[in-house]
């Protein structure tokens, strides 16, 4: 009965131990967004510098944090669309999300996630100034048949830290700085992705009426303070993520820390069976 229970576990912990080598070996496509360390230029010949976020005014958020928060909303606005069995109106399948990966990277390393096509997002201080928020070349990272037209490793576009600034007034906390942020990140990377701006407010599942593609400018005249807000993709711009990138099955494997965890959990139970086994 032990021994049987112990077989068991190991077999489980086997499963998620190869569960684990398929994400690493996963060979998606992956944008990785680079707080540029120093003077980088774009392919469209965009300048940035260095953003240390120090006159954002957030309050809870160091360098760090600021990045690893622009990248869970980007990762949210990708890899977490509510599926069809949660919204009826999404085109998401159940069980299924978009095969793209985001990293974060402070220079031009890579992904460092084992995926071997990737482009960089450069987010930075514009040098010197321009009067938008970020550009990206479109289609060109995906076009409406999934074919990149860059080459791999390529500056894709640039998100401007100094112009988005120009907004921060708007923004009362943290989340609302991130929104701000992130909003145009997400934005920029869905132009390389055949998204364009629509002419309207349209219909998503965030907290706004805008979609992430909206732009303050003429076709779709969106509010700035829309901008703070927890923006979504329209569930028609979604659409055309999933033809341009495609599809992947949901994996449900346990982050690093749980499997490592859940592997002392085992070692802990193998040895108290063991020691069962012989008081007996
Ligand atoms: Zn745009």
């Not at 069809?84 to 793209?100: D, H, Q, R, T, V």
């Not at 609302?176 to 055949?194: D, F, P």
């Not at 993709?233 to 749980?258: C, D, K, T």
Request: glycine share 10%; aromatic share 6%; proline share 4%.
């Amino acid at each position: 009965m032990k021994l049987q229970s112990k077989r068991s576990l190991l077999t489980a912990a086997m499963v998620l131990g190869l569960g684990v080598a398929a994400v690493q070996s996963a060979q998606a496509l992956t944008i990785v967004l680079d707080f540029v360390p120093g003077a980088t230029t774009d392919i469209n010949g965009v300048g940035t510098l260095s953003e240390s976020f120090a006159s954002w005014g957030f309050t809870g958020l160091d360098l760090a944090g600021v990045r690893a928060a622009t990248l869970t909303a980007v990762n949210k606005d990708y890899l977490q669309y509510p599926t069809f069995g949660s919204n009826a109106l999404s085109p998401l399948p159940n069980g299924k999300e978009l095969n793209i990966n985001f990293s974060l990277s402070n220079g031009l390393t890579g992904p460092g996630n084992g995926d071997s096509e990737w482009y960089y997002m450069a987010i930075g201080d514009a040098n010197p100034n321009q009067g938008f928020l970020g550009q990206a070349c479109l289609s060109c990272v995906r076009n409406s048949s999934g074919v990149a037209s860059v080459a791999n490793g390529s500056i894709f576009g640039s998100t401007l830290t100094d112009s988005i600034s120009g907004l921060l007034g708007l923004a009362s906390n943290d989340t609302q700085r991130i929104n701000l942020l992130a909003g145009t990140v997400a934005h920029e990377i869905g132009h390389s992705l055949t998204l364009l701006h629509p002419t309207s407010a349209l219909a998503n599942p965030g907290d706004s009426l805008y979609s992430v593609m909206a732009t303050g400018a003429s076709p779709t005249s969106m509010p700035n303070a829309e901008r703070v807000k927890d923006r979504a993709f329209a569930y028609s711009e979604f659409s055309s993520l999933i033809q341009s990138v495609g599809l992947r099955n949901v994996s449900a494997v346990p982050e690093p820390s749980s499997y490592l965890m859940l592997a002392l959990g085992l070692a802990v139970l193998a040895l108290r069976s063991r020691k069962a086994g012989q008081a007996r």
